[in-house]
């Protein structure tokens, strides 16, 4: 028997359900749902189905902040590769489970992509402040240098 494609908004809660069923079983990600964020499934699971039918069919209204409500994690619970591995396996998983087609290809790559971008940037180290005090006297003589021919080039 052929799998029906994502086609729709009810597509998308059976899939959003079916997904967060197995994180919250989930032995890496299910305590970050159930302990540390302590999260509301009856109102999150209608976000995620707004999210998503925002980000396949552009309709959905989602206007949430993805990125803040993951950075907000970092500092309680890990958030790095095996979690967003871990996160991929379980979507991808359920996705080839219970549809296949064109919608069901762009869901999971969207979801691969996002998946990048959330673990980098909330992962990112910020870029350390510049500090005159932490110049090498190497840089200093460097600098000076640079200063007095960007000087001559001007005048
Ligand atoms: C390690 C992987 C991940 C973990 C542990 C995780 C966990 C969480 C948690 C705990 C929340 C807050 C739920 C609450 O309100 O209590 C959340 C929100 C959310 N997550 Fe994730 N997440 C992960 C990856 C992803 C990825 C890859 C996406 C997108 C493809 C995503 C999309 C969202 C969205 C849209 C929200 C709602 C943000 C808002 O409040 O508007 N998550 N996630």
């Given at each position: 028997?052929?799998?029906?494609?994502?086609?729709?908004r009810?597509?998308i809660?059976?899939l959003?359900?079916?997904?967060?069923?197995?994180?919250?079983?989930d032995d890496l990600?299910?305590?970050?749902?159930?302990?540390?964020?302590q999260?509301?499934?009856?109102?999150?699971l209608?976000?995620?189905?707004?999210f998503w039918?925002?980000?396949?069919?552009?309709?959905?209204g989602?206007?949430?902040?993805?990125?803040?409500a993951?950075?907000k994690?970092?500092p309680l619970?890990q958030?790095?590769?095996?979690?967003?591995d871990?996160?991929?396996?379980?979507?991808?998983?359920t996705v080839?489970?219970?549809?296949?087609?064109?919608h069901?290809?762009h869901?999971?790559?969207?979801a691969t992509?996002?998946?990048?971008?959330?673990?980098?940037?909330?992962?990112?180290?910020?870029?350390p402040?510049?500090d005159?005090?932490?110049?090498?006297?190497e840089?200093r003589?460097?600098?000076?240098?640079?200063?007095?021919?960007a000087s001559a080039t001007?005048?």
């Open positions: 028997m052929s799998l029906p494609d994502l086609n729709g009810p597509e809660e059976l959003v359900n079916a997904f967060y069923e197995r994180v919250r079983k990600l299910g305590f970050i749902f159930n302990d540390v964020a999260t509301n499934w009856t109102t999150h209608p976000k995620m189905y707004a039918e925002t980000v396949i069919f552009r309709s959905g989602y206007t949430g902040n993805p990125l803040a993951h950075a994690l970092t619970t958030m790095g590769k095996p979690q967003f871990r996160w991929l396996t379980l979507f991808k998983g080839d489970d219970l549809f296949a087609g064109e069901a290809e869901i999971k790559n969207c992509d996002m998946a990048n971008v959330i673990h980098g940037k909330i992962n990112a180290v910020p870029e402040r510049f005159p005090a932490n110049l090498t006297p840089q003589a460097r600098y000076a240098a640079y200063k007095e021919k001007i005048s």
